[in-house]
């Protein structure tokens, strides 16, 4: 007689990795409003291709990602901070 492969031996699972909490930065420095002026703050939540960070990977809290999203497309639009990453201008492509 075989066994079916649900009632062999397995080991045990050591359960799924839990990452660490991210904590939002501007909650723990208390920052009441995100200026669009400082392109130097915004600039570690855009990525490489010129896009806004989500809240998963940049770790800040919905309140902060709502302000900190108003605060990035209004320097965009003074042209403080770019819409489309440098090497994807001079190729021309849009994707």
């Known amino acids: 007689m075989t066994q079916s492969r649900d009632t062999k031996t397995r080991r045990p699972s050591r359960g799924k990795y839990i990452p660490k909490r991210k904590i939002c930065f501007?909650?723990?420095?208390?920052?009441?409003?995100?200026?669009?002026?400082?392109?130097?703050?915004?600039?570690?939540?855009?990525?490489d291709r010129g896009k806004i960070s989500p809240r998963?990977?940049?770790?800040?809290?919905?309140?902060?990602?709502?302000?900190?999203?108003t605060a990035i497309k209004r320097a965009r639009h003074l042209a403080l901070l770019p819409f489309v990453a440098s090497h994807m201008q001079k190729m021309g492509t849009t994707g």
């Open 26 to 47: 501007f909650c723990r420095d208390k920052v009441e409003y995100i200026d669009y002026k400082d392109a130097a703050k915004l600039r570690p939540y855009i990525t």
């Open 56 to 69: 998963r990977k940049s770790g800040t809290c919905a309140r902060h990602q709502r302000a900190l999203t």
